[in-house]
Every structure is written in C-alpha cells, then in structure tokens.
C-alpha cells in the first residue's frame, strides 16, 4: 500500500516533494525541467513517462542504453544519477561595464565576466534562489522559439509536424550582442545562436557526435551572426545552420560555427532575452549568467513501456 499526491501542471499548484520517497512525471521535456527541477538535489527515485511530442531528454537516455521497462512487467533496469545543467543570475560589482568592442552601432552596455567578483563553488542542494535548471538545453536566437510558441493543442493533433510551421518563421537572422567566457576561451560578438546542451540531441536533430553521458560536461554551440539582414542573411545563416544540425559536430571549432566542451561558462548580454529552457519559455535579464554542468542527486528512471 503507497500513499500518493496527484497533480495535474499548470493547473494544481506547483507540487512539494518534501517528504516522498519517489516521484513519478508523465509529460514531455518541459514538464519534466520543472519537476526535475524541484527534485534534482534530493535522494530520491524519478520515473518519468515520457508522452511529450518530442521527449529529447527520454530519446537521449535511450541513446546511452539505458533504457527502462515498467516494473510490474518485468526486465527493470536500475536509474541513474544524470547530468543537468544549472543557470544562475550573477552579481555585478558595482560601478563596473564592459562596452562591446566592434560594435559600433550598438547601443547600451554589456557587463562582462572578469568584472564579476570571485564567485564561492555552489553544490548540489545550495542552488541560488535565482537559479534555473535545464534537463538538456538552454538555448536563444534562431529556431529556438519553436520551443515554445508551438500551441500543445496543434501539438496534440500534429505531433512533431506542429513545429513546421513555427520553423518557417523563425527562419531569420539573429542579433545577440553577448560575451562568454569559458575559462580557457572567450568568445564576444553578434550571435545567431546560442545553445549550452546535454544531449545528443535537440530540437529532434541527432547532431551532438562528442556527447558523453557519464562526463560532468556539457557543450557549447554557438552560431555567429550573418553579414547581411533580410534574404541575403537567410541565405547565408543555411549553410552553419545545415552543418551544426544536419551533418553534426563531433571537434571542437572556433570560427563561424563555435563548438566547445565544458563544464561551466559565463555569459552576458545587456538586454532581457528569451531563452528556451527544455522546450519552456525563460527570460534571462540583462546582464551575467554562470552556466554549470551538475550531477544530479535523484535517480532518474525513463519508463519506455507502460
């Protein structure tokens, strides 16, 4: 005999896990980030049922062979301890700015990383109260939207057809004016993309070829901005756009296309921007943000059959 909490998002309030020895999460990427979210520092054991339109997290679980039956019908596989990424707001010391350098035309400023006092190591269970977890992906500028802005009512009718549309418009040049800072490497300018991910895969595109599941790392891929607005500048963001996605990224490079492996980074941009968390709406405010890739404390189980 189990005693249990039904809850229905968004309509119930946001559950407490305080107190439960497992939590189970039948929905798609989203609606297992804000769980996970919840749950990631505690020990507990996580089954989630995956019922999503694209369950990125769940294929990607799949791809490293670790794939889970229910239970009740045999061939169980034991849940592991998986790697999230975490986002927090960072402090600015005051009185600081950083101006974009050959960026003449933009306006306002961007505060950057090595203006930022040192920051103290936050574990797992001190998470800042402005922190954001991600299960696989956190990501803004082109496409990411469709994340998103695609109604779960289509979704529900169309499946992954539901995004065509949303792909189409989204299709334009992009314009982030931002700075990150990876330790080792900096990379400053106009981006068309910015994308820290855990996964083999995004957006239903396989293109991750360096993932590694059991590392305490994610990757960074950004796109740099096209020369030209308007049809000119669609045409030339398809080629970057085709190689990171369609043909995939297994080196690291810098140009263009950057692709990096890392473990934590510091980005800033001076305006709000909308990210996509996990296929969820976040807006980042300007300023420093420190990315970090974390082991989770739960034991997260993907249910493949039920």
Known sequence: ??????????????????????VAICGGDGTLGSILGKVYDKAIDVWYFPVGTLNDKAKAERYEDSKTTCPSCGGKK???????????????????SWEPHNLP??????WGPQELPLQTETYVGTQNENSKLFTYVLATGAFTPIGYTAKVSVKK?????AYIGQVLKEYKPHRIYAKI?????????????????KSPRCFGFKF???????????HLVAIRSPKHDG??????MFFPFFKVFFIGMKSERDGKIIFKKIYSATFTHSENIDYCRDGEKQTLSGGSHQIKF????????????F
């Not at 991750?208 to 994610?218: C, F, L």
């Not at 974390?294 to 059959?305: A, G, P, Q, T």
């Open 1 to 22: 005999m189990y005693d249990y909490t039904h809850c229905t998002l968004p309509d119930d309030p946001d559950p407490n896990p305080q107190g439960y020895d497992a």
């Open 78 to 96: 034991t849940g592991k301890q998986v790697i999230v990424g975490r986002c927090e707001d960072l402090p600015l010391k005051q009185g600081c």
């Open 105 to 110: 035309h933009k306006q306002g400023r961007l």
């Open 157 to 161: 009718k169309l499946g992954v057809l």
């Open 181 to 197: 800072d990876c330790g080792a490497m900096c990379f400053e300018g106009e981006f068309n993309l910015i994308m820290f991910v």
């Open 208 to 218: 991750n070829k360096a993932y590694d599941s059991e590392s305490n790392s994610g």
């Open 231 to 236: 049809l000119l500048g669609k045409i030339e």
């Open 294 to 305: 974390i082991r989770s404390l739960c034991n997260f189980n993907v249910i493949e059959k």
